[in-house]
């Protein structure tokens, strides 16, 4: 069991930036793969980015391609989302995951455990 918390969110205008980060409680951090989803009003949950049990590989939606760089910190039990040149369409509330199983994954439905998620509010 994991319990992840997240961290970061916040109003912004367009073109600013934003750190988000998701700590991890319990042992093993390094043995799950991570990822970021977000889900606006009246919509699905949505893949943003995804890494690695070790960090080396990194996945991103076309959508943050270029903006958004995803990381973590074994040693902290943290993954991070590094938001720039934000832009009104990625208002949402951002939520943290974890999957026990996979290496590393961009489905949403393949992970286990999910933070509560942090608003993203950029205007215009």
């Known amino acids: 069991q994991v319990q992840l918390v997240e961290s970061g969110g916040g109003l912004v205008q367009a073109g600013g930036s934003l750190r988000l980060s998701c700590v991890a409680s319990?042992?093993?951090?390094?043995?799950?793969?991570m990822g970021w989803f977000h889900q606006a009003p009246g919509k699905e949950r949505e893949f943003v980015a995804a890494?690695?049990?070790?960090?080396?590989?990194?996945f991103y939606a076309d959508s943050v391609k270029g903006r958004f760089t995803i990381s973590r910190d074994n040693t902290k039990n943290t993954v991070y989302l590094q938001m720039n040149s934000l832009k009104p369409e990625d208002t949402a509330v951002y939520y943290c995951a974890a999957d026990r199983d996979k290496v590393v994954t961009t489905i949403r439905q393949n992970y286990d455990y999910w933070g509560q998620g942090t608003q993203v509010t950029v205007s215009s």
């Open positions: 890494i690695s049990r070790s960090g080396v590989n990194t």
């Open positions: 319990g042992r093993s951090f390094s043995t799950y793969a």
